[in-house]
């Protein structure tokens, strides 16, 4: 082997892994960005001190009064205002229906669960007491 060959040998050797390196480098990169919150932006939930009002009424009227107001009152059910929505608070039937639980029909019927922030803003409120606030 002649040295200019030999030194032609090295550079394609020295390119290759330069190659390499940039794709590891690439790699790596991509790596580094897939990080949680820039795929599922946390949105941050918040639970504290869930009042009916605010809270718990409007996630209530926008996925379950089109069926239980009292005018529908689907499948018997009415959940339309506190009194009545406090009684299926009482019996376990509220959270067991939105958390998809085994022995309750899933509600929001045929369609998708609640937001899990909504799941837990209700869940949340229960604990405190479900209070009439
Ligand atoms: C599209 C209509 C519809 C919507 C929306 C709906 N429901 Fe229902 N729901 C029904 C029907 C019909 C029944 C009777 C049981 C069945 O058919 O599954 C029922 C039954 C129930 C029951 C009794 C469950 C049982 O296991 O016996 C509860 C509690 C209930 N719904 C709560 C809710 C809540 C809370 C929401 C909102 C998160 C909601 N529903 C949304 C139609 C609906």
């Not at 590891?24 to 009002?53: K, N």
Request: aromatic share 10%; proline share 4%.
């Amino acid at each position: 082997m002649t040295r200019e060959r030999w030194i032609i040998n090295i550079e394609k050797l020295m390119m290759k892994n330069i190659v390499i390196v940039l794709f590891l480098l690439l790699g790596l990169g991509g790596c580094y960005y897939d990080v949680e919150e820039d795929i599922y932006p946390t949105t941050e939930c918040s639970t504290e001190d869930m009042s009916y009002q605010t809270d718990i009424f409007p996630i209530i009227n926008d996925n379950c009064l089109g069926c239980h107001d009292a005018a529908s009152n689907f499948g018997g059910i009415t959940i339309e205002g506190y009194d009545l929505l406090k009684n299926f608070v009482d019996n376990g039937q509220l959270v067991g229906v939105i958390k998809h639980e085994s022995g309750f029909s899933p509600m929001p019927k045929n369609t998708t669960k609640l937001l899990d922030c909504e799941v837990e803003k209700i869940e949340a409120w229960i604990v405190n007491g479900a209070p009439n606030n």
